[in-house]
């Protein structure tokens, strides 16, 4: 695993014990390294939904995909789902 990748993983980690800002800072060092890996917005996409920030969450599953396309059919269903729900 790349340096990316374990920020990443320890980013939702954090996301998923409500460690919010410590998950986007970790993010945020990801795109610093590699603003071009397409699963860091993925993780920004799942962070932001745990928040309860659809907009942003929608924003980054759309772009995860332009960098990485395999990410394509996940990142589409996620964004279905976000917008699909009543405010």
């Not at 998950?23 to 932001?48: M, Q, R």
Request: overall charge negative.
């Amino acid at each position: 695993e790349t340096g990316v990748e374990v920020l990443n993983e320890w980013a939702i980690l954090d996301a998923d014990y409500g460690r919010y800002q410590l998950a986007l800072d970790k993010l945020n060092t990801s795109l610093e390294i590699d603003p071009h890996w397409g699963p860091t917005y993925y993780a920004f996409g799942l962070v932001c939904q745990k928040m309860g920030e659809v907009d942003d969450a929608v924003v980054a599953y759309r772009k995860a995909p332009e960098l990485s396309p395999k990410l394509k059919q996940t990142c589409e269903s996620l964004t279905e789902a976000l917008l699909a729900q009543p405010n």
